[in-house]
T-cell receptor
Framework: GAVVSQHPSWVICKSGTSVKIECRSL??????MFWYRQFPKQSLMLMAT?????????EQGVEKDKFLINHASLTLSTLTVTSAHPEDSSFYIC??????????FGPGTRLLVL | AQRVTQPEKLLSVFKGAPVELKCNYS??????LFWYVQYSRQRLQLLLR??SRESIKGFTADLNKGETSFHLKKPFAQEEDSAMYYC????????????FGAGTRLFVKA
């Protein structure tokens, strides 16, 4: 089946630094990828929809300048958390659409900002 | 507004007992409904979708448009069914955008 990977699986950084998270579709081309955020014991919250070659569509309340998304190819989307602060600490999950609206999820990236 | 409601955060049943995880939705239009499952230390994965009308791992879910519900059912729960279950909705102007419910943790006791 289709596989989506994320790198890194976890990252610890100092407050004020930027962190980049990669999401790759390993064996299929994904025209659309999604980025979610999940707080402990809570559901997935959609942050943005990323389409290859175009600007990402952000959900209401998600800061575009804070969470930069780039979808440079059909197999790679990146999320950069700029000037990270402790409140940005969370579990970030990406997913990719193959066909027929089937979403395949990455394993997630745990970010801890000190 | 689009919304998915899972009223139970935790559902605990004995092995062999029937289980029903509730899901209600709010959507103007014709949504597509899904159930996703996340086993311990694993990634989220699709369990079933309403348009397929299939049974996966013994689970079924029927879309009731009148009650705007999409409850997940299994007649005889197994210990390996213990996991986090998320009901989700997509479709309409939002395209593939998916809205997730808060999730229900199912615990099947031996």
């Amino acid at each position: 089946g289709a596989v989506v990977s994320q790198h890194p699986s976890w990252v610890i950084c100092k407050s004020g630094t930027s962190v980049k998270i990669e999401c790759r579709s390993l064996d299929f081309q994904a025209t659309t990828m999604f980025w979610y955020r999940q707080f402990p014991k809570q559901s997935l919250m959609l942050m943005a929809t990323s389409n290859e070659g175009s600007k990402a569509t952000y959900e209401q309340g998600v800061e575009k300048d804070k969470f930069l998304i780039n979808h440079a190819s059909l197999t790679l989307s990146t999320l950069t958390v700029t000037s990270a602060h402790p409140e940005d600490s969370s579990f970030y999950i990406c997913s990719a659409i193959q066909t027929q609206e089937t979403q395949y999820f990455g394993p997630g990236t745990r970010l801890l900002v000190l | 507004a689009q919304r998915v409601t899972q009223p139970e955060k935790l559902l605990s049943v004995f092995k062999g007992a029937p289980v029903e995880l509730k899901c209600n939705y709010s959507y103007s239009g014709s949504p597509e409904l899904f159930w996703y499952v996340q086993y311990s230390r694993q990634r989220l994965q699709l369990l079933l979708r309403h348009i397929s009308r299939e049974s996966i791992k013994g689970f079924t879910a029927d879309l009731n448009k009148g009650e705007t519900s999409f409850h997940l059912k299994k007649p005889f729960a197994q210990e390996e069914d213990s996991a986090m279950y998320y009901c989700a909705l997509s479709g309409g102007a939002g395209g593939f955008k998916t809205i997730f419910g808060a999730g229900t943790r199912l615990f099947v006791k031996a």
